[in-house]
T-cell receptor, first 114, second 115 residues
Framework: EAGVVQSPRYKIIEKKQPVAFWCNPI?????LYWYRQNLGQGPELLIR????????DSQLPKDRFSAERLKGVDSTLKIQPAELGDSAVYLC????????????FGPGTRLTVT | AQTVTQSQPEMSVQEAETVTLSCTYD???????LFWYKQPPSRQMILVIR??????QNATENRFSVNFQKAAKSFSLKISDSQLGDTAMYFC????????????FGGGTRLMVKP
């Protein structure tokens, strides 16, 4: 079974430029999460989807971040414009839903903003 | 809001020996789940072990076991017979239904297994 797929794996951009990250969850997983992991820290949730609905986006900086999950499968996270402080690893995870279920993580996208 | 604290930023252990990683958390919830995730260098995060708060018995997975002390809000991970492949960042995490099942992570402990 294929795991969570993310692309690109690495991205370097200049500040004020836009950037987008893509995630393909495990087939059948209706819940999708985007986390941000700063260097040397644990991941922090940005947004959670149940199917195509964003049910928790309270930690998403909405002035510059946006996300979508079309048809309840793939998801895209966008930053526009990027700032130096956005440098981090962006992790996508998926699960069957429910606190008891394991979240499966993708390899992440390491973003460097210069 | 829930918080998860890992007080050991770095630890090391000799191969084949046993090491214990500490984790404490704070919550007002009664039914919740606790996890230990492993993140090897430049590799993706994987689940090591899971504990359901309503279960008194400590979870075990091969060389990995936990010491869950609900009253003390403590959830430590014991790794027995440490192997070089255990070298990684270890994150303690918490989730419960009322928070949308999101994971709240601790700051992590970097474990180095020495040959």
């Amino acid at each position: 079974e294929a795991g969570v797929v993310q692309s690109p794996r690495y991205k370097i951009i200049e500040k004020k430029q836009p950037v987008a990250f893509w995630c393909n969850p495990i087939s059948g997983h209706n819940t999708l999460y985007w986390y941000r992991q700063n260097l040397g820290q644990g991941p922090e949730l940005l947004i959670r989807y149940e199917n195509e609905e964003a049910v928790d986006d309270s930690q998403l900086p909405k002035d510059r971040f946006s996300a979508e999950r079309l048809k309840g499968v793939d998801s895209t996270l966008k930053i526009q414009p990027a700032e130096l402080g956005d440098s981090a690893v962006y992790l996508c995870a998926s699960s069957l839903g429910g606190a008891v279920y394991e979240q499966y993580f993708g390899p992440g996208t390491r973003l460097t903003v210069t | 809001a829930q918080t998860v604290t890992q007080s050991q930023p770095e630890m090391s252990v000799q191969e084949a020996e046993t090491v214990t990683l500490s984790c404490t958390y704070d919550t007002s919830e009664n039914n919740y789940y606790l996890f230990w995730y492993k993140q090897p260098p430049s590799r993706q995060m994987i689940l090591v072990i899971r504990q359901e708060a309503y279960k008194q018995q400590n979870a075990t997975e091969n060389r990995f076991s936990v010491n869950f002390q609900k009253a003390a809000k403590s959830f430590s991970l014991k790794i027995s017979d440490s192997q070089l492949g255990d070298t990684a960042m270890y994150f303690c995490a918490f989730s419960h239904h009322n928070a949308g099942n999101m994971l709240t992570f601790g700051g992590g402990t970097r474990l180095m297994v020495k040959p």
